[in-house]
């Protein structure tokens, strides 16, 4: 039997009062460690995307300085994680949870997609990287989908749509701009932040699978380990002049390390 009008509004009107009762229910059924956890990943959350954002803007003055090192940038940042986690590690003296290949498969990928991302900030602005970095949403939830078998809601599907077609009009924006000031070479940059962004998809996926059977401190010590040797074969072969031309000085490597 069809509905009237004012009967279906009021039928859509109850439904979303009870969708909304039960999110209400549910934030006041967490109590102590629940919500401490829950809250605990909404700030962990924001601290690493403030991050991200910082080590975007050193990736920019660098750049603008000619500075052409994107291997060198992350080889510091593994050496420290590394030495940070490392120490840990080796006081605890466990054995390896996970085959050694592993790891170095997955730091492959990392290495390789902080490569593109880095370099994509010489060819085109920090505002569209920032941007088309999002791409890593859409291309986690189908990894996740067919290798983990997560399932997502309606809502979560409209939204990375949503996340497509917003990254779709960035590069249309891009390809249309009659400004080049963001970059000498726009179309290449944001090819490049799409290949890291993916490469960073797989990584974090394995990272999700990996992490459920290991120790997080196995994980970042074995990550930034291999990271770091694969990254000093790269600089090697790749940046060796550009590193041995870099005017060190105090504002250089206080950029480097961050």
Known sequence: ?????????????????????????????????ELYRLLGAIALGQFASLLITFTGLTSTVLALRGIDAPMFQSLCT??????????????????LQVSWYYYLLLALMDVE??????????????????????????????????????????GQLIGVFTCILGLGLVILSDVHSKDRSGGSNVILGDALVIIGATLYAF??????????????????TFLGLFGFLISGCQVLILERNEVSNISWNRNACRFFLF
Request: glycine share 4%.
């Open 78 to 95: 593994y050496l420290l994680s590394t030495c940070f986690y490392g120490i840990i590690f080796f006081i605890r003296r466990k054995p």
């Open 1 to 33: 039997m069809a509905l009237s009008e004012d009967e279906a509004g009021e039928y859509s009107s109850s439904s979303s009062k009870k969708r909304w009762m039960m999110k209400v229910k549910w934030i006041k059924s967490l109590r102590g460690k």
């Open 113 to 154: 997609g902080n490569y593109f991302v880095v370099k994509a900030y010489e060819y085109t602005s920090l505002t569209s990287v920032m941007l088309l970095d999002c791409w890593t949403i859409p291309c986690v939830l189908i990894l996740t989908w067919l290798f983990i078998k997560t399932k997502y809601s309606v």
């Open 203 to 220: 990584t974090n996926v394995s990272e999700e699978f990996i992490i459920k059977k290991v120790d997080f401190v196995e994980l970042m």
